[in-house]
């Protein structure tokens, strides 16, 4: 059966066995040739950019990356591996990119496909797949011949090896950015050309839309939403709060809207919480919490102006905070309403400038 690994690049990785090896069914006739479908590559300019690996030993040890080829498959390259259901239709893409260490010793344990994504153009991660055989006696690598490139987890300094790595997107999307996201912190991003445009379920930036939240008794409460805008802060900002390492070399956004209560109940001041932004990167980034009990908060931030309870027919206006890497940027804004079921609503993000 397939196993889920989590947590690689901000996305689930897929691991599947490649079936059809000690008796499984491949849905091919014994004998019959395979069938090759050449895989379309897609622009993209192998921009050579600097990186880190931090190993099992917790050093960092330097890296160039290079992605080389992005190219979109055949929904048959795959038919020979029992895919989960979710990922059944999808579209393959292959991604091989080049990695030389650059440093004076040698690197073991490398895996840097695990810090790749490729992303659509409203911030959807694609799902990362890895295949390995069901039978070690097995002759051929399961892997489709556009995507054969199998790496090498230790490279000696100087060397340079390429790896292959599959991505899985629903048909309706198109790569717009491969990322990286590195381990020094920072996001790595090469865009990609050739997607068509679309609007893949987005709204317009400032259109108004429909959701739903809940009141202090969980009763259902719809409203009507309005962005106001999506801005580039300042760390600066963020000075009177305690933020960790990590979080001091990021760049904060602030994300601003609009909120009109259009059902029968009050509700608090607090639908900024169902908030989030996807990025460039395939990050799906939740606001921040900020402890600041009675003090002014971010100032060019407010948490909710008017701060009171927002009655039938009432307006307020919330500010959120969201940390993103350097190098990322947000591609859309999400709402999801609360209470079970609750739909989501999406807006392509547009970043105004910095403050």
């Known amino acids: 059966m397939p196993i889920r690994l989590a947590g690689v690049a901000g996305m ?24 090759v479908t050449p895989a379309q590559p897609l622009p993209m300019k192998p921009t050579p950019r600097r990186a880190t690996w931090t ?27 029992r895919l989960d259901d979710d990922l059944k239709g999808m579209v393959p893409y292959y991604l091989t990119f080049s990695y030389t260490n650059t440093g004076k010793a040698t690197v073991k344990n490398l895996s840097p496909e695990r810090n790749f994504s490729v992303n659509s153009s409203d911030g959807q991660a694609a799902q990362a797949v890895s295949l390995f055989r069901s039978d070690p006696l097995a002759t051929g690598s399961g892997l489709p011949p556009e995507c054969r490139e199998s790496g090498t987890s230790e490279l000696a300094a ?30 790595l991003m090469w865009q990609v050309g050739g997607a068509k445009g679309g609007s893949n379920g987005l709204l317009a930036p400032d259109v108004p839309a429909d959701g739903i939240t809940t009141d202090s008794r969980d009763h259902p409460v719809s409203l009507r939403i309005t962005p ?17 390492a990590d ?36 990050r799906t980034v939740r606001k921040m919490t900020l402890l600041d009990i009675g003090g002014p908060g971010v100032a060019k931030c407010p948490e909710a102006v008017p701060y ?7 307006v307020v206006t919330e500010c959120s905070v969201h940390l993103l890497p ?30």
């Open 326 to 355: 350097k190098g990322d940027a947000p591609a859309a804004v999400v709402f999801t309403g609360a209470g079970a079921g609750s739909p989501s609503v999406t807006w392509r993000a547009q970043v105004d400038g910095g403050e």
């Open 12 to 35: 689930g990785a897929l691991l599947l066995l490649a079936v059809g090896c000690a008796g499984g069914d491949t849905g091919r006739k014994p004998g019959a040739a395979e069938s």
């Open 247 to 282: 979080q001091k070399k990021m760049i904060p956004f602030y994300v601003t809207m609009q909120y009109r209560n259009s059902g029968k109940y009050d509700v608090l001041p607090s639908m900024s919480d169902g908030v989030t932004l996807r990025t460039a990167g395939g």
């Open 228 to 244: 106001k805008g999506v801005r580039t802060g300042s760390l600066a900002d963020l000075s009177r709060f305690d933020l960790d």
């Open 158 to 187: 100087g060397a340079t090896s390429a790896i292959c790595q599959i991505f899985m997107l629903p048909k309706s999307r198109q790569p717009a950015t491969v990322s990286y996201k590195d381990d020094g912190g920072d996001t």
């Open 55 to 81: 190993g099992s030993d917790h050093t960092a040890h330097p890296l160039r990356l290079t992605p080389t080829r992005l190219a979109r498959g055949s929904d048959s390259d795959l038919s020979h591996i």
């Open 308 to 314: 009171k309870m927002v009655k039938p027919n009432g």
